[in-house]
């Protein structure tokens, strides 16, 4: 029989099939990828179960994709946040709290290394006065233009929630973003059944703690899921090849073929084709810094 995974605690896992949900625990075959996930099987996770002897995961679906992210500072193991995602939504609010662009590029160009579509959403315009609504608006357009489904939206406001409505609907939509932008807030406006927590305190709680936060994923009543991830701010480029980078801004990737060199970085290399639509302005400044700022991290 098949299954979806909704939730794991780690030992046990909540699993959705034809027969209702079930609770699940995880065959010894696949027990033995524990050394290399504290996690082998995750939430978006299609799974085979034998119902022989009590409810068994005995095997795996392959995934379409997977983000991952590294259990402990310490350990070589990684958890594995969520798998066979559709959509990673960025949520980020301008102001209140403020969402760097350099998180928002980070989270960018991880969902563009593992394969996942992503949106970028700012909440919160309510809060935004005229200037800061225009400065806004220059960051929507850049995200707009290089190909990523972008624009303001407040929770209060019905338009908005209709919007965001139409780009969740019947997807596996993964959404992540700082504490307090309104992640819990907007999922109870698309299903006003799911009375989720709001408010910053459970977060704040959670904060800095190592131990593996375990992602759910919430069916919605348009269709689809939303899966509320803890632990954004590990999201990993750790083991990146500083030379991948310019693949995961696609702007970037567009004009690589033109540089000069086929190994430049866009430093300062001569005959760079991304310098020179720099100086050109045909790309936006701090998606540019940003870039430079991963590579630094990874010197
Ligand atoms: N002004 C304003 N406040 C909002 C908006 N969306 C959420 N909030 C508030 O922001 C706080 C944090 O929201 P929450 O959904 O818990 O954020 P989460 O940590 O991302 O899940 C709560 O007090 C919400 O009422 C919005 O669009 N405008
Ligand atoms: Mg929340
Ligand atoms: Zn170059």
Redesign the pocket.
């Known amino acids: 029989m098949k299954g979806l995974v909704l939730k794991s605690t780690g030992s046990h896992y909540k699993v959705s099939t034809d027969q209702g949900v079930m609770e699940c625990k995880l065959g010894g075959r696949l027990r033995l990828e524990e050394l290399k996930h504290t996690n082998p099987v995750s939430v978006g996770d299609e799974v085979i179960l034998s119902l022989e002897e009590g409810a068994i995961i005995v095997d795996l679906v392959p995934r379409k994709n997977y983000l991952i992210r590294k259990a402990t500072n310490l350990s070589k193991q990684t958890h594995i946040v969520a798998a066979n995602i559709d959509q990673l939504i960025v949520?980020a609010?301008y102001k209140?709290p403020r969402t760097s662009t350099g998180f928002i590029d980070r989270v960018l160009a991880t969902a563009e290394a593992y394969n996942i579509p992503a949106a970028v959403i700012f909440?919160?315009?309510?809060?935004l006065n005229q200037p800061e609504l225009e400065k806004l608006m220059f960051y929507i357009n850049v995200y707009a233009s290089i190909g990523y489904p972008c624009f303001g939206?407040?929770?209060?406001?019905p338009e908005?929630i209709e919007m965001l409505k139409l780009l969740v609907k019947n997807k596996t939509n993964l959404?992540t973003?700082?504490?307090?932008?309104?992640?819990?807030?907007?999922?109870?406006k698309i299903d006003p059944n799911l009375h989720?927590?709001?408010?910053?305190i459970s977060?704040k709680f959670n904060k800095g703690k190592h131990t593996t936060t375990f992602a759910e994923m919430i069916p919605i009543s348009i269709g689809g899921y939303i899966i509320?991830t803890p632990g954004i701010k590990e999201f990993g480029m750790a083991n990146m090849d500083k030379y991948e980078v310019t693949h995961y801004f696609r702007e970037l990737f567009k004009l690589k073929s033109e540089c000069k060199f086929n190994n430049c970085l866009h430093v300062n290399e001569p005959g760079c084709a991304v310098l020179k639509a720099l100086e050109e302005n045909k790309i936006a400044d701090f998606r540019y810094n940003n870039y430079l700022n991963i590579l630094d991290t990874l010197e």
């Open positions: 949520l609010s209140l909440n919160k315009t309510d809060l939206i407040s929770a209060e406001d908005s959404f973003g700082h504490s307090g932008v309104g992640k819990s807030t907007l999922a109870n989720l927590r709001t408010g910053t977060d509320d």
